[in-house]
């Protein structure tokens, strides 16, 4: 054992070394991991309330049946076809945004069920023949991935 302050304090140090060094790269790799999901977290809520504001914009343009199930083949006006056009443009620059931000190869778990919500989304306006229809004109120049990937969506959807 020390006898003397210096060797005291020599051998505290050696202690805090071993221990005390190691535990806060742990504490440190921790709170980053925390910040990380938290940033991951926030970008998500954002998305949804884009989305939600998304669905209230189909709402004050209900005459336009955008979000009913069966899609009728209602004539429109060029008014409407208008605004069916600027409304899908809408849409897909959000679902852009959701695939860059949110979607990566080997994504864990967490990120993953974030995702599939996504893509579920994506899946529903698929559905539509008349979205599945606008797809080439709207997907003109973005994200490769991502028109790669919505336009995989639309093929399984189109015999639907």
Known sequence: MPDTLLQWMEFLSYIVTVFGLPLAI????????????????????RLSD??????????ENADLALLSEK??????????AERKKAIFGILIALFERAYIL?????????RQRRWQSWEDYMRDWCTRRDFREALPRLLDGEDP?????IHRLSQGNAEK
């Open 26 to 45: 742990y504490v440190f790799v921790v709170e980053q991991r925390k910040e990380r999901e938290s940033d991951e977290e926030e970008i998500y809520q």
């Open 50 to 59: 884009e989305y939600a504001s998304f669905l209230k914009l189909c709402i």
């Open 71 to 80: 899609v009728a083949d209602l004539p429109v006006t060029v008014e409407q």
């Open 102 to 110: 949110e979607f990566e190869e080997g994504m864990g778990r967490q």
């Open 145 to 149: 991935d991502f028109a790669r990937h």
